[in-house]
């Protein structure tokens, strides 16, 4: 399904990533757990802007799945934004991934495995497949992921690797682009 939405829908979105971007600023100086609340508003918000073209899912009624592999940092905050969404007709579900095998059935991956090489063996995995890659990471865009967070001023910011995403088949829309600290092209 093509993930095109009316401008008065991605406005809407764009203003809630606003908002969370301004709450980080708090957030941010409070907590880890703090930090990501504010990521996984994120994450939710991030799916609002790509496009899979089509082949990020099989049906018009499957889930958009959002796996976290490699530990747990939500503290279930993820969870109950996802139970809340539907994002084009989709209801979106979060799934912890104990294998990178079970990468395939994500369209949003957040890796948040500790060891660099970790990491990568994630990436790797996705790499080809119409999955985002997410994660926080200081070299993670440079590594071959596609957004980083990242903590400036006290703020959650995001970085984004486009050409990572292109070469996996999905456009971030323009709208997301211009919000990012950095845009790898």
């Known amino acids: 399904m093509n993930f095109i939405f009316k401008r008065s829908s991605r406005w809407r979105a764009l203003c809630i990533l606003a908002v ?7 957030q941010a100086q409070q907590s880890a757990p703090a930090d990501y609340q504010v990521k996984a508003a994120f994450l939710i918000n991030f799916a609002r802007f790509i496009d899979w073209a089509g082949a990020g899912f099989t049906n018009a009624q499957s889930p958009l799945v959002i796996g976290v592999y490699g530990g747990a940092p939500f503290h279930g905050w993820l969870g109950r934004y996802a139970g809340a969404q539907s994002i084009a007709g989709h209801s979106v579900e979060v799934r912890h991934l104990s294998s990178l095998s079970q990468l395939g059935g994500c369209q949003i991956v ?28 200081a070299d993670f865009c440079d590594s071959g992921g596609m957004i980083q967070f990242v903590i400036q001023n ?32």
């Not at 994630?122 to 994660?135: D, K, M, N, R, W």
């Open 20 to 26: 969370a971007l301004r709450a980080g600023a708090i």
């Open 110 to 137: 957040y890796i948040a495995a500790p060891e660099a090489w970790q990491r990568k063996d994630a990436i790797a995995a996705a790499a080809g497949s119409p999955v985002l890659t997410v994660g926080d990471a």
């Open 154 to 185: 006290n703020r959650v910011h995001f970085a984004i690797n486009n050409s990572a995403a292109r070469r996996a088949g999905l456009a971030i829309s323009s709208q997301l682009l211009a919000l990012a600290r950095r845009v790898k092209k």
